[in-house]
């Protein structure tokens, strides 16, 4: 890039913490007692009510699974496809095709059976882990490939688990693991833009996540995580379910993300932490308020009194913590990423008491690039990179520029179609991530748009549509909103698509009250149409606002003009 200027983020200085060494990937799960450690590793809640597995149980019963591959002749390096629902049976599966040495690939159960086909015939598996629930939808899907599905067994310990018992107090983790450069993941993008690609994610890779986001969040024994993202989604992986057994921490599974089974695991399991998306932010926010007002424990008097205060920090904790009583009583830290967090849902998280850290990264670096701290963090950046990470900023003088990364988070590459490994970065290393960010003068990285989003108007000035929608999110009566490149026969000019949380709503007077919110943006950068829409967003499979469906949509509806 000509008249550029390298900006590199600080590396902040984080303490060294004193853990077991980590040779693989099972020593994050085992850490030498798993199989004599009765304490819970993982929890799910369905119809019948909780289900617990120990780690002793985990440890027994990916052994076990392990037994079998091996015993079908699965060689080291194979490729093993799980497809599951958020369970138990899921992280099965993860550790016992560790354990026989397979490369893993995470199927999302939200595909359609077209799509599942797709995936299956581009990562050729030779076995596909499957949960019961999945089993009968993915005959039809295997009709066109050569593998063999092998059923991941739920519910109390089987014969064939308990054989294992015998076993050591220290779980052999044996040669087949995958370890150092070998490739742990085949995690295939979401296919916002086009055909998903399979990224390879090293042991290295995920080695490297988990250490760093230790150091940058540390937990605490009794930490015990909430699981609501999809568990093939690669920052569920890492931080939930890779960061907890690392730590000793239990996850939480739900059956379905339903109000009332949020609220009977928030309530009463013990929760501390969470890693959402947005939409989930925001409905945590919702269920807290309604459960707030029509709960009698919350002395409604001293919320009026000093809610408006300057408090210290203390004093806003304390205050927070007993916002939440009837909601979430230990629910102490919430990551969020995927996409931006309005400030308004976040600042409304921190009355509560919650640390909210906004985090920032991609598939192709294992995700997490940069998360923010609980003692400096600030609504509206992701952070500071983790440690090990290098990032830069190239831009002209004074303006923000692309985001570019290096280091053992990078992915060594993509697979093409004849599964040849296709290298992401330069000769240098440096892997251009396609957003645009800037720094703040502490230090703070914020994430100004994508590239590939940019709207140019026929004056030749350009438009970053996250920029306009951060502003219109804010806005309480504001549910979802996307702004979006409209081509015209005047050329391409901003539009809004906006859902209100209330379904009455009056679209002329959302319109304007919205409008007035724009005037502190630049006049070329306020949406030319609003369109105000009863029914959500589209969606990709991970939870994320669909940009490219929505803009297909737009290609064939009539507006009249303002």
Known sequence: MHDATHSSLPRPVEPETARPHVRNLLDLAWRGDAWSDSRPALSFLSEGGWRHWSRAELARR???????????????????????????????GLLGAWRAGAVVVPLDPALTDHELGRLLERARPEVVLVSPMQATRLRDALVSTSARSVLLEGGEPAESVETTSSAPAAAPTGSRVPRGHEPALLVFTSGTTGRPRPVVITAENLLHQVDALRRAVPLREDDCCLSVLSPSHLLEITTVLLVSLAAGNRVLY???????????????????????????????????????????????????????????????????????????????????????????????????????????????????LAVGRPDSRRLGTVGQPLSGVELRIEAAPGHEGEIRTRGPQVSPGVLDDDGELVSLTDHDGWLATGDLGRMTDDGQLVITGRLSDLIVLPGGRKVQPVEVERVLADDEAVDEVLVVGHRGARGEEPWAVVVPRDDDVEPQALELRLRARLSRLAFFKRPKRFLIRTTPLPRTTRGKLHRLALMQELEHLEVSPC
Not at 62 to 89: F, K, N, Q, W, Y
């Open 62 to 92: 990916a052994a076990a699974l392990a037994d079998r591959l091996l015993d079908s002749g699965l060689p080291r390096g194979a490729t093993v496809a799980l497809l599951s629902e958020g369970r138990p049976e899921w992280a099965l």
């Open 254 to 368: 739900l059956d379905r993300l339903g109000v009332d089974e949020l609220t009977r695991a928030l309530d009463g399991e013990g929760v501390t932490r969470m890693v959402v998306v947005p939409s989930v932010a925001a409905l945590l926010l919702t269920l807290a308020r309604g459960r707030m007002a029509s709960s009698s424990r919350w002395p409604a008097m001293l919320d009026r009194v000093v809610g408006g205060l300057p408090l210290p920090r203390p004093a806003r904790q304390w205050l927070g913590s007993r916002r939440r009583q009837s909601f979430a009583p230990q629910l102490r830290t919430l990551v969020c990423g995927g996409a931006p967090l309005p400030v308004a849902i976040g600042e409304g998280l921190e009355a509560l008491g919650i640390d909210v850290l906004e985090g920032y990264g991609m598939t192709e670096t294992s995700p997490v």
